[in-house]
T-cell receptor
């Protein structure tokens, strides 16, 4: 069965410091992986995806993610975090048409 | 503009009543999804549909029902059998896996009193 795990409930960083949000997955075959962000009481906004090709994927708002097949990970990164990056982040995997999400990681960036 | 519309944004119902949440998309996407969001539990998949007149149970389908009579519409009914219906419900659509990302509606917050 497919699954995706986000091992950290919360990540706290100072503005200007690097931000990393971790994600690991379990799925047969080649995964399609996604990162989304959610602001309070809103729907999800797409950040980036890995379908195939380069392991380093660049997305919206300066975010990037590295696909690591040997470690089955797809960590989200931003070199210099902003206070406005504070939000709830979700990692997702799709297998067939089943789209599954992790439990989410709350990111707080302090000024 | 293309997108997904969920209505209403807030919904209140008395315990024991069935309630139907609306989800409409004009993106010409084949697949549609319903998720439930509770604090600390992420997004849990209720039902999904790959094509008209076909749908599959997700991870927490008990107490819910869906229909997919039209490509654009995927309504979710929360029945009285759902033990804890109060939650934030999100609808999504996807053209096909591997081609694009999923798009989400703004959500419906259901409160059962």
């Amino acid at each position: 069965a497919q699954s995706v795990a986000q091992p950290e409930d919360q990540v706290n960083v100072a503005e200007g410091n690097p931000l990393t949000v971790k994600c690991t997955y379990s799925v047969s075959g080649n995964p399609y992986l996604f990162w989304y962000v959610q602001y309070p009481n809103r729907g999800l906004q797409f950040l980036l995806k890995y379908i195939t090709g380069d392991n380093l994927v660049k997305g919206s708002y300066g975010f990037e993610a590295e696909f690591n097949k040997s470690q089955t990970s797809f960590h989200l990164k931003k070199p210099s975090a902003l206070v406005s990056d504070s939000a709830l982040y979700f990692c997702a995997v799709i297998w067939g048409y089943k789209l599954s999400f992790g439990a989410g990681t709350t990111v707080t960036v302090r000024a | 503009d293309g997108g997904i519309t969920q209505s209403p944004k807030y919904l209140f119902r008395k315990e024991g009543q069935n309630v139907t949440l609306s989800c409409e998309q004009n993106l010409n996407h084949d697949a549609m999804y319903w998720y439930r969001q509770d604090p600390g539990q992420g997004l849990r998949l209720i039902y999904y549909s790959q094509i008209v007149n076909d749908f599959q149970k997700g991870d927490i389908a008990e107490g819910y029902s869906v229909s997919r009579e039209k490509k654009e519409s995927f309504p979710l009914t929360v029945t009285s059998a759902q033990k804890n219906p109060t939650a934030f419900y999100l609808c999504a659509s996807l053209r096909q896996p591997g081609s694009t990302e999923a798009f989400f509606g703004q959500g419906t917050r259901l409160t059962v009193v």
